[in-house]
């Protein structure tokens, strides 16, 4: 192009205009910059606007004049969908006669109106609520036999008509079958050790005598410490196959006990091979929670699939089955002794159910004052009552076997609790709050309320069921995180000492057990399926 240099310096391609003509080699060029064609309509300036503020919308276009306007979300729906309904883009294009014909054929479809005379019975008024007709067939006569013709009437085999209300029984091989499976049980148990017992027929029930340390100490008479590295990790469940509920065995913790996403729940040793003991399957989906009785020789688990189950923890034996309609989402034996057969187990639908292992598999005691999904169950006052937590963003205590609430704790500012765990002195409760803190409510007799001066902060929970734990002497609280890390703080200061990263693939920690027998042992699990103990 020539004397291209002599255009203006600011001048940018996309905002000029060059008008070829082949009559000639000039070249016009309109001397309009972007700048330009972004100037503000000529008038009177406004006094009460800020001319600093604005920012200079460009309406004159090379192709004409652009100007905003407002469409509200429902013109614009009827307006496409007008289109859409007549073949979208690419319909065919009609005149406007061919317009006004089809919707005449579309109206014609419809019944008349009626009279506005009649109310009722035929001919009365419906307006623009008639409805369109109907397609009619046409009756055919049936014609007249001749004098040696017969009709032939052809039918389908007579079959046994049932009439209403009749009781029809099941064929009798079908409820043997089914009697059969009843008393078998879809449950199943897989040793996977390498030996049954040891050289004295002990089997892996039997608390080691021959470790290092003592393993039936009296829990709490040592001091804890925080601690600082991973010394083994376990992958009972596989890869990625969340670890849903995770118990260590009582006051030796020399077993630990773990249910996954899966539906499945194993048992694996801490101390010796540190390999899977046993497993156990009986659950169609996710387990929900765990509980060990007192002893350790049984335990309970529950699941999505709205049953409870009651395991031998030796033989892998289900001992007994109760069907709760619902999903439990929390599970508690009664730690004390003359009633620890009993248990409670707190519901989807609101409700928290008392079962007795030894008087079958109906409930004995129901309390159903909640109006949410129940989230956590909390013995306290030498086991006499418990506090109970819902989605209903309130806390209960109730007496044991009275189903009737003695106080409740239903602020406007409070938040859900999802997870709790006892203080080892007994005198607090401390619940994982969905607002990223852990609080503390006095189980003390009589004065149930919450510990405004205790606050643990430092973590992300929100949204998660994360678990959370008390060191044996009490001094410390460990909790999960959604971020995959493990957090420790000053029971008494509440400052947070110590934030481990246990998974670094961001996965959540939502179980944490410490070891009751020793200073410093941790074990933690998450959504990646890992097991790990922390020493």
Request: with cysteine.
């Amino acid at each position: 192009m020539a004397d291209f240099g002599e255009y203006p310096p600011n001048l940018a391609v996309k905002d000029a205009l060059v008008l070829r003509e082949q009559a000639t080699p000039d070249h016009a060029v309109v001397p309009y910059t972007g700048e330009d064609l972004s100037r503000p309509r000529q008038g009177p300036a406004n006094p009460f606007r800020d001319e600093s503020q604005l920012q200079l919308k460009r309406k004159n276009v090379l192709t004409g004049h652009a100007e905003e306007t407002y469409i509200s979300e429902h013109t614009f729906r009827a307006k496409h969908r007008a289109v859409e309904r007549g073949g979208g883009p690419e319909r065919e294009w009609k005149t406007n006669r061919e317009v006004k014909e089809a919707a005449k054929k579309i109206r014609s479809q419809r019944e008349g109106k009626g009279s506005a005379t009649i109310a009722d019975g035929d001919g009365a008024y419906v307006g623009p609520w008639a409805r369109y007709k109907r397609n009619e067939w046409e009756r055919v006569q049936e014609e007249e036999l001749g004098s040696g013709e017969e009709w032939e009437e052809v039918t389908d085999e007579e079959e046994d008509v049932v009439e209403s209300g009749t009781v029809v029984k099941a064929p009798e091989a079908a409820v043997k079958r089914r009697e059969e499976v009843e008393k078998q049980g879809a449950e199943t148990t897989v040793f996977e050790a390498t030996k049954w017992d040891d050289y004295l027929g002990r089997t892996y029930m039997h608390v080691p005598q021959d470790l290092d340390i003592k393993l039936n100490k009296e829990v709490g008479s040592i001091t804890n410490f925080i601690p600082k590295k991973i010394v083994h990790t376990w992958k009972p469940h596989g890869t990625n196959k969340a670890v849903t509920a995770l118990r260590l065995f009582p006051v030796s913790s020399h077993l630990g006990l773990s249910g996954a996403a899966d539906g499945l729940v194993k048992i694996w040793d801490v101390y010796r091979d540190r390999e899977v003991l046993r497993s156990f399957s009986g659950h169609t989906k996710a387990v929900t929670d765990l509980a060990f009785d007192q002893e350790g020789k049984r335990f309970l688990s529950g699941s999505f699939d709205r049953w409870i189950k009651l395991w031998d923890t030796e033989t892998g034996q289900c001992i007994n089955r109760f069907n709760t309609g619902k999903t439990p989402h929390v599970i508690k034996f009664n730690p004390s002794a003359d009633q620890g057969h009993e248990f409670l187990a707190g519901l989807s639908d609101n409700r928290i159910v008392q079962y007795d292992s030894r008087a079958g598999a109906e409930p004995v005691q129901e309390y159903d004052h909640h109006l949410g999904a129940i989230n956590t169950i909390e013995f306290v006052d030498e086991n006499r009552r418990f506090m109970t937590t819902s989605d209903d963003r309130s806390l209960r205590v109730w007496e044991y076997g009275i189903p009737v609430e003695i106080k409740t704790i239903s602020e406007p500012d409070m938040f859900a609790l999802t997870k709790s765990a006892q203080h080892p002195s007994g005198k607090y409760v401390l619940y994982q709050c969905s607002d990223n803190s852990i609080v503390a409510y006095s189980a003390a007799s009589d004065k149930f309320r919450q510990n405004r001066k205790k606050a643990w902060r430092g973590h992300n929970t929100a949204g998660s069921a994360i678990g959370l734990t008390c060191s044996p002497d009490g001094q410390f609280v460990a909790s999960g995180d959604n971020g995959g890390y493990v957090c420790f703080w000053d029971f008494k200061t509440c400052k947070l000492f110590s934030k481990l990263q246990a998974d670094s693939a961001g996965g959540a920690v939502s179980c944490v057990a410490w070891s009751e027998q020793e200073t410093s042992k941790v074990f933690t699990a998450g959504t990646k399926g890992d097991i790990r103990m922390w020493d």
